[in-house]
């Protein structure tokens, strides 16, 4: 602030000199204004939390505050009147004056310690550019706190990816989501069975992961062959018997000269999951079945008996039952592969596992399309649960990763569910019927109070950042938890 002051005592001065009375009045009146701007300066200068320096036309220091001093840790008498190139390397005042520009919240490294948010601005004197000025808001332990945030973040996700690792090697069943009575009940008898090899027999609605039952069955089985998987429905009748079976060289035209081994000799040890069995051709019925009577089989043209050690896990969501009375499926057959029996309940029967599983899918397609979403909208959660689901977990997770793509901000909302699924949730409430209220109330008081409660264990019970990640305000939190009857830990 030095400078300042030499122009007031050259005015001092120039008084001195000059007694003449009217020029003396004048004299006295500029000095008194400019004693009054420069107090006003100062005070301005002193009272902004930004560190505040300007330039001359000859990119010499003229204002240095303390902000600035207390920032940079050099004082106003070591930089005034000194070029600014001696100080900074980084000179982003120097060119917004050069090139007549301003700067507004710039991201700025003046040197390699500091990190600063900078406003800027050249100072004009009749069209003709004097200098320039800039406030430099001071971010350095933001942004190193942010640096030690991600790191930190990186290693949690690292060790978050290990644990999973971990849990899923030591259970095999922990890819299976969802605490209802439900699927507690199908993965606690998959559970009981898995040890023992008998054939097992998945049914249920298509999407509701009998494939990831299959899987876990498996693992849990400690077999050490192969898990391999056959959708019977998708395997034309002509080509079943080689697929299953495998042929011999020459069997028929166009085989392999080599020959070829069948899906159940290459399952040997291991496990062979018949998806949609139903579907199965009714001549290879015979042939599996005769095949889990004597454990061995022939190829297609083969005349050696091939022995073989395969758990058979068959699916399906038809009724068979219903097939066999139809003759459409051996019952001799039915009660081979109906050894143990496991109901995978549809996504209608387990509404309070849909905001775990929302949760988990929101992580992980966020996760694989690299989009930041923290929040849910609740009235998402709401149609989901008013929703029936016919495509089960299949579509659940199809409609979360259609609206993670196409998500535009942190939260999930409903912009872009699908028409059909809006159009259905709002059919179902046109039509509901007066005594189906009280369940759906139960059941949305239900999932309100497991979403609140899952929330508040992620945030450490910080009800303020718990109700920020519901999309609620503080006061609702509280009555929703007084409510629900939740308290902190």
Partial sequence: MTSFFENRDQLQSYLNHNQHEAVIDLFQRLLAAYDLQQARLEALLDTVNEAVCMIDEADHVVVWNQRAENLYGIHASEILHQPLERFFSNLMLSRVMKEHQSVDEQYHVPCPDKHVLINARPV??????????????????????????????????????????????????????????????????????????????????????????????????????????????????????????????????????????????KANGGTLLLDEIGDMPKDMQVKLLRMLQEKSFYRVGGSQAIQVDVRIIAATHQDLEEMIDRGDFREDLYYRLNVVAILLPSLRERLDDIPELVQRGLH????????????????????????RWPGNIRELLNVLERLVILADSDTLGMENLPHNLLHSVLSTEQSVQFSKEDRLSTVTTTVERDVIARVLEEVHYNKASAAKQLGIPRSTLYYKMERLGLRCQ
């Fill in 124 to 265: 004009n004197l009749e069209q003709q550019v004097v200098g320039a000025v800039c406030c430099e808001r001071d971010i350095t332990e933001v942004v190193q706190l942010n640096q030690k945030l991600s790191k930190t973040h990186e290693e949690v996700q690292s060790l978050k990816k290990r644990i999973d690792k971990i849990v899923t090697q030591s259970d095999a069943f922990s890819a299976i989501y969802g605490h209802s009575q439900a699927i507690h009940d199908a993965i606690d008898m998959a559970r009981r069975v898995a040890p023992t090899g008998v054939p097992v027999l998945l049914r249920g609605e298509s999407g509701t992961g009998k494939e990831l039952f299959t899987r876990a069955i498996h693992e849990a089985s400690q077999l050490k062959g192969p898990f391999i998987a056959i959708n019977c429905g998708a395997i034309p009748a002509n080509l079943f018997e080689s697929e299953l079976f495998g042929y011999q060289s020459g069997a028929f035209t166009g085989a392999d000269r080599k020959g070829k081994a069948g899906l159940l000799e």
């Fill in 364 to 387: 992980y397609y966020s996760t694989l399309h690299e989009k930041q979403i923290s929040k849910i909208d609740p009235a998402l959660i709401t149609t989901f649960i008013q929703y």
